[in-house]
């Protein structure tokens, strides 16, 4: 039901983190009457009941809330860097993390099986879960893990990401389709994995490029297999160099 519009309506961080989560709307952001009021989220669906809508990614809100009462511009500055330099294979030893809560996604979880299997033995750098979600391999938690640095690392996932080359995300919007085509980055990992100058292993919605840059990223796409997302990734890691990314865009097959 619709909330007082005088009763309090959460703190800026609360509000912007629940923003644009389909299906359901932030109380703060309803009115007596949709028909005036201004939709701000991601899920067109839910947006075609009122007056208007402001098409904004759960990835944006959550950069926003976790600077809701920061400075905004130092959380944007590296989003605007180029790819850092040299390779991070220089000074990044860990390979993959593997940074989502529950309900953990299956493709996902496969995903990071698939992982685990190709490169665990392969001196590539370690592959690490860091949320709840670590397919069928609960040892790949950092060793002292506990649920006290899993909640600083929610707080500043960056500041963890940077110890490694690639960042496994995947949005349960990517079979959303027309509903939410641009809900991207709910919770705000690939935003931060980007900020941290990691490289995303990302899936999401159809219109994702219309948010991210495809080519600081490596893409798999809803429409194609995990088989074939998880050859893109095994050929990105085995490729690497250590004058840039893939060997400063030499072929070298």
Same mark, same amino acid.
């Given at each position: 039901?619709? /909330?007082?519009?005088?009763?309090?309506?959460? =703190?800026?961080?609360?509000?912007?983190?629940? &923003?644009?989560?389909?299906?359901?709307?932030?109380?703060?952001?309803?009115?007596?009457? =949709?028909?005036?009021?201004? @939709? $701000?989220?991601?899920?067109? %669906?839910?947006?075609?009941?009122?007056?208007?809508?402001?098409?904004?990614?759960?990835?944006?809100?959550? #950069?926003?809330?976790?600077?809701?009462? *920061?400075?905004?511009?130092?959380?944007?500055?590296?989003?605007? +860097?180029?790819?850092?330099?040299?390779?991070?294979?220089?000074?990044?030893?860990?390979?993959? &993390?593997?940074?989502?809560?529950? !309900?953990?996604?299956?493709?996902?979880? %496969?995903?990071?099986?698939?992982?685990?299997?190709?490169?665990?033995?392969?001196?590539?750098?370690?592959? +690490?879960?860091?949320?709840?979600?670590?397919?069928?391999?609960?040892?790949?938690?950092?060793?002292?893990?506990?649920?006290?640095?899993?909640?600083?690392?929610?707080?500043?996932?960056?500041?963890?990401?940077?110890? @490694?080359?690639?960042?496994?995300?995947?949005?349960?919007?990517?079979?959303?389709?027309?509903?939410?085509?641009?809900? $991207?980055?709910? *919770?705000?990992? $690939?935003?931060?994995?980007? &900020?941290?100058?990691?490289?995303?292993? @990302?899936?999401? !919605?159809?219109?994702?490029?219309?948010?991210?840059?495809?080519?600081?990223? #490596?893409? /798999?796409?809803?429409?194609?297999?995990?088989?074939?997302?998880?050859?893109?990734?095994?050929?990105?890691?085995?490729?690497?160099?250590? &004058?840039?990314? @893939?060997?400063?865009?030499?072929?070298?097959?």
């Amino acid at each position: 039901p619709p /909330v007082d519009p005088a009763g309090p309506a959460g =703190t800026a961080g609360e509000l912007f983190e629940r &923003a644009g989560r389909p299906p359901g709307i932030p109380a703060a952001l309803r009115c007596w009457d =949709t028909q005036q009021a201004l @939709y $701000v989220g991601a899920d067109r %669906t839910a947006g075609e009941a009122f007056a208007a809508m402001l098409e904004v990614p759960p990835g944006a809100l959550a #950069v926003l809330g976790r600077e809701a009462h *920061g400075d905004l511009a130092q959380r944007l500055a590296p989003l605007r +860097e180029p790819p850092p330099a040299p390779h991070p294979s220089a000074h990044r030893r860990k390979l993959l &993390a593997y940074f989502a809560d529950e !309900p953990c996604l299956p493709e996902a979880e %496969t995903f990071f099986d698939m992982a685990i299997a190709a490169f665990a033995a392969s001196g590539l750098g370690a592959l +690490e879960a860091l949320g709840e979600c670590h397919g069928s391999h609960p040892e790949a938690q950092p060793s002292g893990w506990n649920a006290f640095r899993r909640k600083a690392a929610r707080e500043n996932p960056a500041s963890v990401l940077v110890n @490694y080359r690639y960042v496994l995300v995947f949005d349960a919007s990517a079979d959303s389709i027309y509903q939410c085509p641009r809900h $991207v980055g709910l *919770g705000g990992i $690939v935003m931060e994995a980007l &900020a941290s100058g990691a490289v995303p292993v @990302y899936r999401g !919605p159809s219109a994702a490029n219309a948010v991210l840059n495809e080519s600081a990223m #490596v893409l /798999v796409e809803p429409t194609k297999s995990l088989r074939e997302g998880f050859e893109l990734f095994r050929d990105a890691a085995l490729c690497e160099g250590t &004058a840039g990314w @893939y060997d400063a865009g030499e072929d070298k097959s």
